[in-house]
């Protein structure tokens, strides 16, 4: 039998010892799930849910989106060793008897923010520090509040989009949502801009009840709003058309037939969600995500250095994308702005000592040279 120390009096010394089960039988499994969720809250998680370790609803959905090749370049998602363990929380944690499901929200982005001229647009969740940073200290000090609340170590494992895990099929099952069309896990007091983090836990907690209504109903918004027509009819997206892949996920050049789709964008995308009417419910984001677009000036941006980048970067996702994908995304902006002024920045860019920026800087400065001619023709023939 496990026996584990219980502090009552810290500074008077006063110190019991109790076996786990009788400890645990004090505190009412209601309230332990309650003390966490609380917790949780002040922690700054505005949503928490707990599930079991069951294998999620919808992995069979997975498989055959992997069938199909919608991962693109994302072969470790297609791994066997990855596959068995979304299939099976077990197989990350075989010790596991709960999983909490954690929503942490951002600031929502605005229509009017998509871009200006020649500024780009950045996803809002990549405004201000990266969640891959920001969220497993948070994390950290939940699972150390668990184990105080029980008296001693508790067996676990976290991700904040990091692992092996169908997050969002866990999430719903958790209560936190239905999955809209657009894909994301959307709750009704909420909206969808919020990310979502797990912790799996050697404990047995109380399921929350699954979220099982869709809201979606027959709207279309996400889809008819989509550039790419990237969202596919059974809640999947084709990744290897969504602008987020194409700006963050992919290192190769991106399809020509899909540059002129993507506007000002130039890490990640918002559209799906911005046309979300569930959105109108999104309040404030968490302050360590940032509240304002950076707007990055494309012709400035065009032109930074490896240490500018790395510096400017450091703590921001946009360091995902390397310096040579996003000044790629740069110059395929630079080319949608259809701004003859930029042709000076681009040409200078021709001789970049990255290939795969030259080839999408000559692909813009084409692009641009070609409007400015079919404007002038068109000027002399009316």
């Known amino acids: 039998m496990e026996v584990r120390r219980v502090t009552i009096d810290r500074k008077l010394g006063i110190e019991i010892r109790l076996n786990l089960p009788t400890y645990l039988a004090m505190i009412p499994p209601r ?44 072969s470790y998602l297609a791994e066997e060793r990855a596959r068995r363990r979304r299939a099976d929380p077990r197989e990350i944690l075989p010790e596991c008897r709960s999983i909490l499901i954690l929503a942490t929200p951002y600031h929502p982005s605005r229509p009017k923010e998509k871009g200006i001229g020649d500024r780009g647009a950045v996803a809002s969740y990549a405004w201000g520090d990266d969640y891959h940073d920001v969220l497993p200290a948070r994390m950290k000090e939940l699972v150390q509040f668990i184990e105080e609340q029980v008296g001693g170590p508790v067996k676990n494992r976290w991700y904040a989009d990091t692992g092996p895990i169908l997050e969002r099929d866990l999430a719903q099952r958790a209560g936190l949502g239905w999955i809209g069309k657009n894909t994301c896990l959307i709750h009704p007091k909420h909206g969808s801009y919020f990310l979502l983090s797990e912790i799996l836990l050697d404990l047995e907690l109380e399921p929350d009840p699954p979220f099982v209504t869709d809201h979606c109903g027959t709207c279309t918004r996400c889809i008819e709003a989509c550039p790419t027509d990237c969202i596919l009819p059974n809640r999947t997206i084709d990744a290897t058309r969504c602008i987020s892949y194409l700006t963050i996920e992919l290192k190769e050049d991106i399809p020509t037939e899909l540059r002129d789709k993507m506007g000002n964008w130039v890490f990640g995308c918002d559209v799906c969600q911005t046309v979300c009417p569930w959105n109108r419910f999104a309040g404030a984001g968490d302050p360590a995500f940032g509240k304002d677009n950076p707007l990055p000036n494309l012709t400035d941006e ?57 080839e999408h800087v000559k692909w813009a400065a084409d692009k641009i040279s070609k409007s400015a001619n079919e404007q002038i023709n068109k000027s002399l023939n009316q």
Do not use: C
Request: charged share 25%; proline share 7%; hydrophobic share 35%.
């Open 302 to 358: 065009l032109v930074i250095s490896t240490q500018e980048f790395n510096q400017r970067f450091k703590r921001s996702p946009v360091k995902r994308a390397k310096r040579r994908g996003y000044l790629r995304n740069v110059a395929v902006a630079l080319g949608n702005t259809a701004d003859l002024h930029t042709l000076p920045v681009l040409q200078n860019a021709l001789n970049h000592e990255e290939p795969l920026v030259r």
């Open 31 to 74: 309230d332990l799930k309650e003390r966490i969720k609380d917790k949780a809250s002040q922690l700054g998680f505005l949503l928490a849910g707990v599930t079991t370790p069951e294998p999620p609803p919808h992995y069979s959905t997975f498989e055959d989106w992997l069938a199909q090749g919608r991962h693109g370049t994302m």
